[in-house]
């Protein structure tokens, strides 16, 4: 489609593949070698105070000791990425300890006593997930309450006294070891790795992140936000049941009081780690660290004779500590953009659009592109829309206008599919032909949405923002597609020169970015052959004058090339330059439907301001059939 410069594409991203690969983290740059420096420090410091600390039983003996947190870590850091937690794996984690236990113990079969606690954990994740779906209230409020539920059923089920009598087949998923390490340190190690691959190159990781970062701008890129809380719920759940039996198996003995406080530990080892409490951002690595730097303070604790109690104190701090960091990084993140806005339209030289180079495959202009057919809205007793059609053509700009309270954003989301008409049908042509159908996901028919407030996702770079919904991937074994960050970098780059953006780093997250550049990245969006219908809702709210012109070229431009646009737009002065047709609305009655030529501007500025009586509407002005 696009005939962006070859040569100038592969300097840029000669320039890009030299930048630091952690740049293109999802999660964010931030590797916490600070974690690891004082890791090391205090390890130092207590071997020269106890000198039998730095010892290889003893560092073995950390690492079983924290192997447990480290798989629950795992799951935990996919939860907080996409702005979820739980808070009640401490009580899972009891209550999975005695359902195990006791199967096993009945039974004698270790097989069947994981597959309980695998089983029991899932359905319970899945409990917590749909609990905090419904309730649409805090998880940490939801999960912490459940926390209690599941306490008090490990301590029903149990009796209050530790389960013994574990067959051997049991007890050596936690006693045995695989190559001379414990196959419990070894289960850890792999099940982390697995689940830092999965959140950082995978098209679901990536997700996560974006759900974290602005989970309506996921929504609205086609991201099903729900199920992927759920079944992170479930994972979460899941894991607590591989945390139970190795715990289980490993001390000898289920019982309701193994899961105390284990949910924070779990929790402080993941914000320590550097993943932000509210979700968007972090790293496995870091989650790593955080982990050890736990098991270290507590063997130096150990070490250094200091009772259990300040081993609580320590790592009390510790959370607090991290939890102010992280608040300290929102607050510079914050301030980073509010000067990047500020020094909107510097560094972003945005040229003239060089959309006319692009050819859409779509059919010729004036073609029928979509129907709006009998579309009402009522919002309770509130009749927002009442009985709009009117047609949308290809190569043509249609304006959308309208007083306040119109009804033009609830028309709007109707079709972009993110809202259902009470009655009517919206009706796109996806063939040559004029061949209408109904659709229920415009998107897939072609049809892309500019939002006003910027759909976009902060945390992240234009490559992931732009592929969001469509991502593409290298490798896919069943439901997990390795997401290909090369594909996506070089997809950005070109979307972004066609309109005559030039971005030096396709994976600088939007926050540092000004928000004329931002604006130019969400508009970007429909840049694309397969996008034919585009919709702008107020696509120059937030730029300046040199940003809107672009803008108003791009979409000049859409149109001759052959997208049939629908802009949503106060600006008379911008809507009168691009307007091919006219639909008015007022007090959600349509009032006008015109050709631009048909359409005086005292007649218009009229119409805008609402001053038509809409018990006996103007006869809309019919197109001209084609
Ligand atoms: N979720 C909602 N619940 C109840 N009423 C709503 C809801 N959304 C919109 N409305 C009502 O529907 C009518 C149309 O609102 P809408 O936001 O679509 O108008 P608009 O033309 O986009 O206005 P504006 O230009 O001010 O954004 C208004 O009376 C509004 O109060």
């Given amino acids: 489609m696009s005939t962006v410069h070859h040569a100038e594409r592969r300097t840029r991203l000669g320039r890009v593949s030299r930048r630091d690969r952690a740049t293109a983290h999802p999660g964010g740059g931030s590797t916490r070698w600070g974690l690891a420096i004082l890791i090391v420090m205090v390890s130092v410091y207590v071997q020269t105070e106890a000198s039998n600390f730095l010892t290889e039983a003893n560092l073995q003996t950390i690492i079983l000791n924290v192997s447990s947190l480290l798989i629950a870590a ?84 149990s009796d209050s006294s530790a389960v013994f009598g574990l067959p051997t087949t049991f007890l050596e998923l936690g006693l045995s070891r695989f190559a001379g390490i414990p196959t419990p340190v070894v289960i850890a190690l792999i099940y982390f790795a697995v689940c830092a691959f999965l959140l950082t190159r995978t098209t679901g990781g990536v997700r996560r992140f974006a759900i974290g970062g602005n989970a309506s701008a996921a929504r609205s890129e086609g991201i099903n936000v729900d199920r992927a809380m759920l079944s992170d719920f479930v994972f979460m759940g899941f894991t607590m049941g591989i945390v139970a039996v190795l715990t289980t198996a490993r001390i000898q003995s289920g019982s309701a009081d193994i899961g105390v406080n284990f949910e924070l530990e779990t929790l402080t080892a993941v914000i320590v780690g550097g993943v932000a409490f509210n979700g968007g951002a972090g790293r496995p690595l870091g989650v790593f660290l955080g982990v050890l730097l736990l098991g270290t303070i507590d063997a130096a604790m150990v070490f250094l004779g200091f009772a259990d109690y300040y081993q609580q104190i320590a790592k009390g701090g510790i959370l607090l500590l991290a939890l102010a960091a992280d608040q300290y990084a929102r607050h510079r993140a914050r301030m980073r953009t509010s000067a990047a806005t500020a020094d909107q339209g510097g560094k972003a030289k945005t040229h003239a ?20 057919d009998g579309i009402s809205k009522n919002y309770g007793a509130v009749q927002a829309l009442r009985d709009i059609s009117f047609d949308v053509r290809y190569g043509e700009v ?7 309270g119109a009804g033009k954003s609830t028309l709007i989301k109707i079709l972009a599919g993110t809202l259902p008409p009470t009655t009517g049908d919206i009706l796109i042509n996806q063939s040559e032909e004029v061949d209408l159908q109904k659709t229920d996901n415009p998107r897939e028919a072609g049809l892309e949405t500019v939002w006003q407030d910027l759909a976009v996702c902060p945390n992240l770079g234009a490559a992931y923002n732009l592929a969001l919904g469509n991502e593409p991937s290298r490798i896919r074994v069943g439901p997990i597609r390795v997401f290909d960050r090369k594909a996506a970098e070089e997809a950005a780059l070109k979307r972004l020169a066609s309109i005559g953006v030039n971005l030096s780093d396709m994976f600088r997250p939007l926050s540092d970015l000004s928000g004329g550049q931002r604006q130019s990245v969400s508009i970007s969006r429909v840049v694309s052959e397969d996008v034919k219908i585009v919709l702008l809702d107020e696509p120059t709210a937030a730029l300046g004058v040199h940003q809107t012109r672009n803008v108003v070229a791009l979409i000049k431009e859409l149109a001759e090339s052959g997208a049939a646009v629908i802009l949503v737009s106060h600006d008379i002065d911008i809507v009168q330059e691009v307007a091919d047709h006219y639909v008015i609305l007022n007090r959600g009655a349509l009032v006008a439907d015109a050709r631009a030529k048909d359409m005086t501007p005292q007649k218009l500025v009229h119409l805008m301001a609402g001053l038509v009586d809409t018990e006996q509407p103007e006869k809309p002005t019919q197109l001209a059939t084609s």
């Fill in 74 to 157: 795992a799951a935990m850091m996919r939860l907080v990425v996409a702005g979820n937690v739980d808070l009640s794996i401490g009580g899972q984690l009891s209550l999975l300890s005695v359902l195990s236990a006791l199967v096993a113990r009945d039974t004698g079969s270790a097989v069947l006593a994981l597959a309980v606690a695998l089983g029991v954990g899932a359905v319970v994740g899945l409990v917590n997930g749909v609990a905090v779906r419904l309730l649409s209230i805090s998880p940490l409020i939801v999960t912490l309450g459940l926390s209690f539920v599941y306490f008090g059923l490990a301590y029903a089920f």
């Fill in 398 to 404: 249609t304006c959308l206008l309208g007083d306040n």
């Fill in 353 to 372: 659009a060089r959309l006319g180079e692009m050819q859409l495959d779509t059919p010729s202009r004036g073609t029928l592109a979509a129907r709006v």
